[in-house]
C-alpha cells in the first residue's frame, strides 16, 4: 500500500513498538502502586514525561497524560470555561478548527457561553485585525489551531497569543498536527495550553497530552473532567496508559532527535507530489502555500469527485477531508470557509506525506492520480 494519509495517522516507528513491549508484557504493573514493580513502571512515565516536555519545551508537571488530543481539547475549554467563568463567557475560536474545538464552543453556548467563529482568508489564513476586533474584555479564551489537518496552513499564533494576553485572555492552540513536525517552544510561541496526540508522530493511538502553563505570565487552572483517583495532578483521573505514555516518549525522543532533516526529506517529496499534480488541467492548491506545513498538499480536481478518485486508486491511502469526519456525506468545512463552492469541496484530495514514504511511492502516486483523473473526466465528457 501506498500511504499518503499520515496527518489521519502516522505508522507506529518499530523503535517505539520496542520501547513498549516490556510494559505490555512481564513490566505490567500500575504506575500508581508502591512495591518495586510499580515503581519500575512510574520510572518509565517519569522518564517518558520528561521526552515529551523535552520535545516541547515546557517543565513535566506541565504535561497531563489524555486518551488523545480530543480529550486534551475537551479539558482545556471546558476546564477553562469552568474555572474562569467570573472572568466572562466569552471565546474565541476559528470556522476551519477541528471539530473537537468546534464541537466543544458548540456544547458551551448550549450552556450559556458565547463564542465567536472567525472567518479566514482564501488561502486559509486569519487576518490578524479580525483576530483582534473579535476579543472582547470578557473573552476568557482565545483557541486557534497552530496547523490545520486539510491544508496544513500554519496560523500566526505567536501573534494571536500576543493579542490574547493583551486583553487578559488565556490562549490555547490544538496542535496535533504540528507537535513531532515543527519545533515547538511553548513559551516563545506564548501557549497557555496546548493539546497534542502521540499517533501523530509515530506513536501509539489512544495516547496523547495537555499542555497547561504553570508558569509565569499565566498558571492556568482548571477544573477536571474526569473524577476518581486523583491521578495526574487530580486532572485526568485513571489508571495511567503506562505502555502508550512509554511510547509516545519515545517517539518523542525520536522525532526531536531527526525532525530537521526528516523535515527537509519530506518537503522535497511533497514539492515532488504537488509539481507533477499541479501539471493536470484544472487543478489548484487550496491553502497558504507559504504558511504551511511541509508534508501535506490539498488539491482541487476540476470535474472529479473525490470519492470516486478514492475508489480508483486501488492501493493508495489519501484522504478528502479530515479523517474524524470521514463518515460525514457534508463536505470539508474547511474548505467552505476557504470560499470553495460544495461541488469544488467534493473535488479535493489531501496528500500528506511521512517518515515511511518513499521516492517510489511518490512516483506511482503521481502515475496513478493522473491515470485516475484522466479516466473520470473521459466518463463525464
Known sequence: MIYLDNNATTRLDPRVLEAMMPFLTDQFANAASTHPFGLSAHEAVKTARQQVADLLGCET?????????????????????????????HIVTVQTEHKAVLDVCEYLKRHRYEVTYLPVQTDGLLDLDVVKAAIR???????VMLVNNETGVIQPIKEIAQLAHEAGALFMTDATQAVGKLPIDVDTLGIDLMAFS?????????????????????????EALLHGGGHERGLRSGT?????????????????????????????????????LLTIPGTRVNGNREHRLYNVTNIYFENCDSDALIMGLEGMAVSNGSACTAASIDPSHVLLAMGLNETEAFSCLRFSLGRFTTEDDITEAIDGVKGVVEELRALVG
Open 240 to 276: 495511567l496508559n503506562v505502555p502508550g505514555i512509554v511510547g509516545m516518549g519515545k517517539a518523542a525522543e525520536l522525532t526531536r532527535q531527526k525532525m530537521q532533516k526528516e523535515a527537509q526529506r519530506i518537503a522535497n517529496l511533497q514539492n515532488r507530489l504537488e509539481t507533477a
Open 198 to 222: 502521540a499517533h501523530k508522530f509515530y506513536g501509539p493511538k489512544g495516547v496523547g497530552g495537555l499542555f497547561i502553563r504553570q508558569r509565569r505570565p499565566n498558571k492556568v487552572k482548571l
Open 137 to 143: 474584555p470578557d473573552t476568557m479564551m482565545v483557541s
Open 61 to 89: 508537571h506541565e504535561l497531563v497524560f489524555t486518551s488523545g488530543a480530543t480529550e486534551a481539547i475537551n479539558l482545556a475549554i471546558k476546564g477553562v470555561a469552568e474555572n474562569y467563568q467570573n472572568r466572562g463567557k
